[in-house]
Nanobody, 127 residues
Framework: QVQLAESGGGLVQAGGSLRLSCAASGRTFSRYAMGWFRQAPGKEREFVAAISRSGGITFYADSVKGRFTISRDNAKNTVYLQMNSLKAEDTAAYYC????????????????????WGQGTQVTVSS
């Protein structure tokens, strides 16, 4: 079992930056591929970014590529999402997710691939 807790959301002006954190419980964090998803009101949950177990491989949605950076610190059981050049369309609840990964380079992009989810943190970008 893994429990996830996101933090770092808030209100920011367009063009600004935020850093989200996701703290995971347990002693086997390095066995999990991690992902960030977001969901805006009235829309489906969408993939944002994923990172492999070691952090060596990352993958991004086209909509955030070049603006967002996913990273992880396995010693701190934490995954991060640095969000720069924020736009109004980035407004959403952001969720981190985890899946026990047998693939060293695995970076799942589908919500159904993940077994554990946090409660979410709200990001609001004002234009």
């Amino acid at each position: 079992q893994v429990q996830l807790a996101e933090s770092g959301g808030g209100l920011v002006q367009a063009g600004g930056s935020l850093r989200l954190s996701c703290a995971a419980s347990g002693r086997t964090f390095s066995r999990y591929a991690m992902g960030w998803f977001r969901q805006a009101p009235g829309k489906e949950r969408e993939f944002v970014a994923a990172i492999s177990r070691s952090g060596g491989i990352t993958f991004y949605a086209d909509s955030v590529k070049g603006r967002f950076t996913i990273s992880r610190d396995n010693a701190k059981n934490t995954v991060y999402l640095q969000m720069n050049s924020l736009k109004a369309e980035d407004t959403a609840a952001y969720y981190c997710a985890a899946v026990a990964s047998t693939g060293f380079y695995s970076t799942p992009t589908r919500a159904n691939d993940y077994d554990y989810w946090g409660q979410g943190t709200q990001v609001t970008v004002s234009s």
